[in-house]
């Protein structure tokens, strides 16, 4: 087989696994760290592969490929595996017939999630067996022994990896795509796909003779490596931790697992009765330091690594030191650049400015928000969400709220924030139920801020992308989704036009009762905003900061010469042109340009 060498993530690596292994059905829903897995699987032939609308659907559609007989591939953040777990815990019971695989993208540290989540107790939970891989290269290895693993003992494998090696890139032997011929669908199977009792049932003792095999295949898999070197201590651990402490390069035996659920108990007795001190490396939960402690086998672990966050050079040095295995920590001879800092904040032109602009000046107290891009309109300088706790809940819980207000007889408004994709995602149940036992002392305005992707993670498209342009195939209304569901107080409107914006937020927020508002409005980036920009005319502008307050990147304020007080002032080359600063100046001192846009002034 032809090898070539490239430079590959751990993503990329991934999607490179699935091609060479034959997988042709996979589905994602965009949500860093592997956001980059499905945009790389959608440029090889002979892939299906799509964003869907939320994980649960993308898991659906991956389980469809497997019954269908074809290697698939369901992807998602960690979090992302709580939306697809009704679904997947019972598609583990039954017969894996195309192979399987389910991606789990961790988080250790939070860089970019609500929590974090150890997904290895996931798998156990599911009954499935757990891959960990260490870079790239495990990455495109591991994928493609996983489907090889999940068609001979007919049960779905997860792989599961961090963010540091999701983006971390190595050099990768890649090699070509191998076609495998379609397994039996569930229409020529023998077997019961229908999980009611009786099946169900039996499917339980067949999940676990299932799991009984894998323990028998961990007991000699090559996924697993002992690396003897004459010590008395051994140091188990797995993924990206296995490299970290080749760097730190301790005096010890290193039990490296790649199949890190389920652990052979006779295997891992075998080798740990050889030493003296058995200590576990990993990130986050105790996983395997737990395992080992059922089976028996004395070993430490978490005494003397946190318990959360990442896990770096420093931290297993100094945690081995701790431990006695090092006498000295030796520090790494590295050097740091500096870099400019930038806060998290809208982009220039994010149409969703305007409206926390509007929601901080109405004085509201109680705005719920959700996950996506406008969860940094909690941050300063606008403080408007009170609550970000998971996909689409922002709905549920202004219910809660305002039925917990009424009781009390409180009056207090209560908003609800929630982007496109967002609603899309998880958001429709949860406003169906609005209309459930619906009170008339409630004060509820539910505001879905559409700028038709899927922002925060590179702009995926979603179900209303449509609309703006014709590259995307869904064009779901919102507005009229609402109404058709029930809804009869829906009011829709240009989230650049601050004035009228401005209006029918007092409305609605006044309003007794429940009211939906889509604020619309195109993503600046992903709709390459480029309007000719504004600028500000000095003799003119009387310093008040009402521009400032949008907190728009191109503005700041500026000596000018000749002018005594600081004024407003504009970077042309952020400044893409949406106007809102111009509409909130109170004296029109903020003018767009016309011919001088076009000669670069």
């Not at 991606?103 to 499935?128: C, H, I, T, Y």
């Not at 009869?488 to 029918?504: A, G, H, N, P």
């Not at 903020?590 to 670069?600: L, N, P």
Request: net charge negative; with cysteine; glycine share 8%.
């Amino acid at each position: 087989m032809a090898k070539d060498k490239k430079v590959l993530t751990g993503n990329q690596g991934i999607a490179q696994g699935f091609y060479e292994a034959g997988g042709k059905v996979a589905a994602s829903y965009p949500g860093s760290p592997t956001v980059e897995i499905l945009d790389t699987l959608s440029s090889y032939q002979g892939v299906y592969s799509e964003f869907s609308t939320n994980e649960k659907v993308a898991l659906e559609v991956a389980i469809g490929g497997s019954f269908a007989g074809v290697r698939s591939m369901a992807v998602m953040k960690h979090v992302g595996v709580n939306i697809a777990a009704d679904p997947l815990m019972t598609f583990t019971q039954t017969k894996t017939l195309g192979g399987f695989v389910l991606v789990s993208g961790d988080d250790p540290g939070l860089a970019s999630s609500q929590n974090e989540q150890d997904n290895r107790f996931f798998g156990k939970f599911a009954n499935m067996g757990v891959l960990d891989p260490a870079d790239s290269q495990e990455s495109l290895d591991y994928t493609k022994q996983a489907f090889e693993i999940s068609e001979e003992l007919q049960g779905p494998m997860m792989l599961r990896i961090t963010s540091r090696l999701c983006h971390g890139r190595s050099i990768v032997n890649v090699g070509e795509r191998k076609e495998v011929a379609p397994k039996e669908t569930i229409a020529d199977s023998d077997d019961s796909y229908c999980m009611i009792p009786p099946a169900s049932k039996e499917a339980q003792f067949f999940m676990k003779e299932r799991l009984d095999r894998l323990k028998s295949y961990a007991y000699d898999t090559n996924l697993n490596k002992l690396e003897e070197n004459g010590s008395d201590t051994l140091i188990i651990t797995s993924g990206l931790m296995y490299n970290i402490l080749k760097e730190v390069n301790p005096h010890v035996d290193v039990w490296k697992l790649g199949l890190v659920y389920p652990i052979n108990e006779e295997k891992a007795k075998e080798i740990t009765a050889n030493y003296n001190k058995v200590i576990v490396i990993e990130e986050m939960m105790p996983f395997i330091e737990e395992q080992l402690k059922l089976m028996g086998i004395e070993c430490e672990g978490k005494k003397y690594f946190s318990f959360t966050g990442e896990l770096d050079y420093g931290h297993i040095a100094k945690g081995l030191k701790e431990a006695g295995i090092l006498d000295v920590v030796n520090e790494l001879d590295s050097t740091t650049t500096d870099t400019v800092e930038r806060p998290p904040l809208f982009c220039s032109g994010c149409p969703h400015r305007p409206v926390f602009d509007i929601l901080k000046k109405s004085k509201t107290k109680m705005v719920i928000g959700d996950i996506g891009c406008y969860s940094m309109g909690m941050q300063h300088p606008f403080e408007q969400s009170q609550s970000i706790i998971s996909m689409g809940a922002c709905m549920g819980i202004v219910k809660g709220m305002s039925k917990a207000f009424a009781m009390q007889e409180k009056q207090e408004p209560l908003v609800a924030l929630i982007g496109d994709g967002t609603f899309f995602h998880s958001g429709i149940p949860g406003l169906i139920n609005q209309l459930h036992q619906q009170g008339d002392k409630e004060n509820i305005t539910i505001v879905v801020l559409d700028n038709r992707t899927t922002a925060m993670t590179g702009g995926q498209p979603n179900a209303s992308s449509g609309l703006y342009t014709k590259k995307d195939d869904m064009k779901v209304s919102i507005n009229e989704l609402a109404q058709s569901i029930g809804f009869d107080r829906v009011k829709e409107l240009d989230q650049y036009d601050y004035d009228e914006t401005k209006k029918i937020f007092k409305e609605e927020l006044a309003h007794q009762g429940l009211s939906i508002i889509v604020a619309n409005g195109p993503c600046a980036l992903k709709f390459k905003m480029n309007n000719p920009h504004y600028y500000v005319d000095p003799s003119i502008c009387i310093g008040c900061r009402s521009c400032i307050k949008t907190n728009c990147p191109p503005l700041k304020m500026k000596e000018y010469e000749g002018i005594e007080k600081k004024k407003s002032f504009i970077d042309k080359d952020m400044c893409v042109g949406c106007s809102i600063c111009a509409q909130v100046c109170p004296v029109n001192a903020i003018k767009q340009s016309g011919e001088e846009a076009k000669g670069g002034a």
